[in-house]
C-alpha cells in the first residue's frame, strides 16, 4: 500500500492566516521530506526531517515528525498567494532507497 | 548549478512513433529518477539509475526505455506508446542514491500526449 496519505486533499485559506497539512505513513522510515509543486510543473524540495528529529524549521515552514503515530505535519505560517501549490509529502523507508510520495495536499491561498 | 533540465517541455506523438524524452543534469549528482505523474496524482518511480546502472525498474513496460549515457545524462526513449502513457514525465537527481539529505532536485518536466 502506499506510503505517506495526506489530509487534507484540499485547504482553501485567505493570505496570511497559517496552513497546516498532514501526512500518514505506514512503515518505518529513514526519513521524511515535503515538497510543493505548481500547477504542472516540477517538485521542489522544501525540507527533509531524519527519523530522529522531531521538530525542523525552515522560514516559514515548521515540519514535525511523530514516529509513534507514524505522522507528520508541515505549518507555512503568514501565508501568500505564492504558497498556491500541490504540497506532497514523501518518504524514505527503512532499509530502501525510494522515494515513494503521498497523495498531495492541494493549497490555494485568496489574496 | 542547482538545475535539471528537461527536453522537449511538451511532445504530441501517435502510437506508432519512436520519440525520446532527455534529462540533463551538472550537480555531479549521480543517481537520477524518471518519475510519471498523472493529473492530480502523486509521481509515480518508474526507473532509478545510480553511477550510471541501472538500479531500480518498477515493472515499467518495455515500450519505455531507459538509458543513462553518462553521468549528467539521463534519456527515456519511448515506442508504440498509448493514450493512457499520457502524462508529465519527471526526471530528478540526487547526490546519490540511498542518501537523501537534501532531497531530489527535479526538472519541470515533459508533458506527453499519445494521439
Known amino acids: 500500500s502506499q506510503q505517506g496519505e495526506e489530509d487534507p486533499q484540499a485547504l482553501s485559506i485567505q493570505e496570511g492566516e497559517n496552513a497546516t497539512m498532514n501526512c500518514s505513513y505506514k512503515t518505518s522510515i529513514n526519513n521524511l521530506q515535503w515538497y510543493r509543486q505548481n500547477s504542472g510543473r516540477g517538485l521542489v524540495h522544501l525540507i527533509l526531517i531524519r527519523s530522529n528529529e522531531r521538530e525542523k524549521h525552515s522560514g516559514r515552514l515548521r515540519v514535525t515528525l511523530d514516529t509513534s503515530k507514524k505522522s507528520s505535519s508541515l505549518l507555512i505560517t503568514a501565508s501568500r498567494a505564492a504558497d498556491t501549490a500541490s504540497y506532497f509529502c514523501?518518504?524514505?523507508?527503512?532499509?530502501?532507497?525510494?522515494?515513494?510520495f503521498g497523495a498531495g495536499t492541494r493549497l490555494f491561498v485568496k489574496a | 548549478d542547482t538545475e535539471v533540465t528537461q527536453t522537449p517541455k511538451h511532445l504530441v506523438m501517435g502510437m506508432t512513433n519512436k520519440k525520446s524524452l532527455k534529462c540533463e543534469q551538472h550537480m555531479g549528482h549521480r543517481a537520477m529518477y524518471w518519475y510519471k505523474q498523472k493529473a492530480k496524482k502523486p509521481p509515480e518511480l518508474m526507473f532509478v539509475y545510480s553511477y550510471e546502472k541501472l538500479s531500480i525498474n518498477e515493472s515499467v513496460p518495455s515500450r519505455f526505455s531507459p538509458e543513462c549515457p553518462n553521468s549528467s545524462l539521463l534519456n527515456l526513449h519511448l515506442h508504440a506508446l498509448q493514450p493512457e502513457d499520457s502524462a508529465l514525465y519527471l526526471c530528478a537527481s540526487s547526490q546519490v542514491l540511498g542518501l537523501a539529505d537534501y532531497g531530489q532536485y527535479f526538472g519541470p518536466g515533459t508533458r506527453l500526449t499519445v494521439t
Open positions: 514523501a518518504t524514505v523507508y527503512t532499509g530502501g532507497f525510494k522515494t515513494i
